[in-house]
């Protein structure tokens, strides 16, 4: 049996899809297509590509946002971790005191 499959990944949809359209245009009113509403389709084609452009474009703002931000936990967490053994050091006697700086000291 002859099985078509339709794609699954968004930008091969999108692909398929504008093939389809040109084919059903290009053959007008012998397009056995004309039946279905491609107009809206191709409307709605376009609409999801420039949404798709928009996420990619998103996306990668976002990954480099993570990456900043990132960069930033690393120096902050140092300081934190400094900060902690400095606070040993002064109240080796007495850690519960580090509590006080917000640290959470477990008996």
Same mark, same amino acid.
Request: hydrophobic letters at 40%; zero cysteines; aromatic letters at 6%.
């Given at each position: 049996?002859?099985? !078509? %499959? !339709?794609?699954?990944?968004?930008?091969?949809?999108?692909?398929?899809?504008?093939?389809?359209?040109?084919?059903?245009?290009?053959?007008?009113e012998a397009s056995p297509l004309k039946a279905l509403d491609w107009e809206t389709g191709k409307a709605n084609l376009d609409a999801a590509?420039?949404?798709?452009?928009?996420?990619?474009?998103?996306?990668?703002?976002? #990954?480099?946002?993570?990456? #900043?931000?990132?960069?930033?936990?690393?120096?902050?967490?140092?300081? !934190?971790?400094? %900060?902690?053994?400095?606070?040993?050091?002064?109240?080796?006697?007495?850690?519960?005191?580090?509590? #006080?700086?917000?640290?959470? !000291?477990?008996?």
């Amino acid at each position: 049996m002859t099985k !078509v %499959s !339709v794609p699954t990944k968004v930008e091969d949809v999108f692909r398929l899809a504008g093939l389809i359209y040109a084919k059903h245009t290009a053959l007008g009113e012998a397009s056995p297509l004309k039946a279905l509403d491609w107009e809206t389709g191709k409307a709605n084609l376009d609409a999801a590509e420039a949404q798709n452009t928009a996420f990619k474009e998103l996306h990668r703002q976002a #990954e480099a946002a993570r990456e #900043e931000r990132n960069h930033y936990v690393a120096q902050i967490r140092l300081l !934190v971790q400094q %900060s902690r053994d400095m606070l040993k050091g002064i109240h080796r006697n007495d850690l519960r005191q580090l509590g #006080e700086y917000g640290f959470e !000291v477990n008996d």
